[in-house]
């Protein structure tokens, strides 16, 4: 049974690029996570989705961010115009349901030069 | 609002000895979650432990030990007989039944077992 799943697992952009980074949850869970890990700081929320529909985005950054979890297909984190300061790991987490255990993806480590 | 805090921020011992990792949280909701992550070195975040709020059984699993008590809003970790495969950094979360399962972390107390 594959765990979380996270891809890329490093990726590299430049200022003012785009950065999408991919999530598929573990078999059967619908309820996906992410969290950003910034340097020198601690894990924090970041939205909170189910199929198709955002349930929390009370940690999203007003601008630039976006995520989405269709119907089909893994969930997406997508960063605009990406700037140094968006450089961290960002972790998705899974559970089956709005109450259960959260498991964790290996994350995507984010570098903006 | 919901608040963990790990006082700890860095813990050196000698393999073998026994350490504990001190988590305290803050809540208005009587019914929460309380969590215990492991990061190790390589990056990923390892599910260690869940706790609902109207259990304060202390668990025992191996070599890893759990103290929950409501009286002093702590949720603190034992390792015995540490490793030095132990070595990473702990995060203690919480989540609120009312908040929608979004997790809070405490900054994490990073654990260093030396030979």
């Known amino acids: 049974n594959a765990g979380v799943m996270q891809n890329p697992r490093h990726l590299v952009r430049r200022r003012g690029q785009e950065a999408r980074l991919r999530c598929s949850p573990m078999?059967?869970?619908?309820?996906v996570y992410w969290y950003r890990q910034l340097p020198e700081e601690g894990l924090k929320f970041m939205v909170y989705?189910?199929?198709?529909?955002?349930?929390?985005e009370s940690g999203m950054p007003k601008e630039r961010f976006s995520a989405e979890f269709p119907k089909e297909g893994p969930s997406i984190l997508r960063i605009q115009q990406v700037v140094r300061g968006d450089s961290a790991a960002y972790f998705c987490?899974?559970?089956?349901?709005?109450?259960?255990?959260?498991?964790f993806g290996p994350g995507t480590r984010l570098t903006v030069l | 609002a919901q608040k963990v805090t790990q006082a700890q921020t860095e813990i050196s011992v000698v393999e073998k000895e026994d350490v504990t990792l001190d988590c305290v949280y803050e809540?208005?909701?009587?019914?929460?979650?309380l969590f215990w992550y492991k990061q190790p070195p390589s990056g990923e975040l390892v599910f260690l432990i869940r706790r609902n709020s109207f259990d304060e059984q202390n668990e025992i699993s191996g070599r890893y030990s759990w103290n929950f008590q409501k009286s002093t809003s702590s949720f603190n970790f034992t390792i015995t007989a540490s490793q030095v495969v132990d070595s990473a950094v702990y995060f203690c979360?919480?989540?609120?039944?009312?908040?929608?399962?979004?997790?809070?972390f405490g900054t994490g107390t990073q654990l260093k077992v030396e030979l």
């Open positions: 809540t208005r909701d009587t019914t929460y979650y």
């Open positions: 987490a899974s559970s089956p349901n709005h109450l259960d255990t959260q498991y």
């Open positions: 979360a919480l989540s609120e039944a009312g908040g929608g399962n979004k997790l809070t």
């Open positions: 078999k059967g869970h619908s309820h």
């Open positions: 989705l189910q199929k198709e529909n955002i349930i929390d």
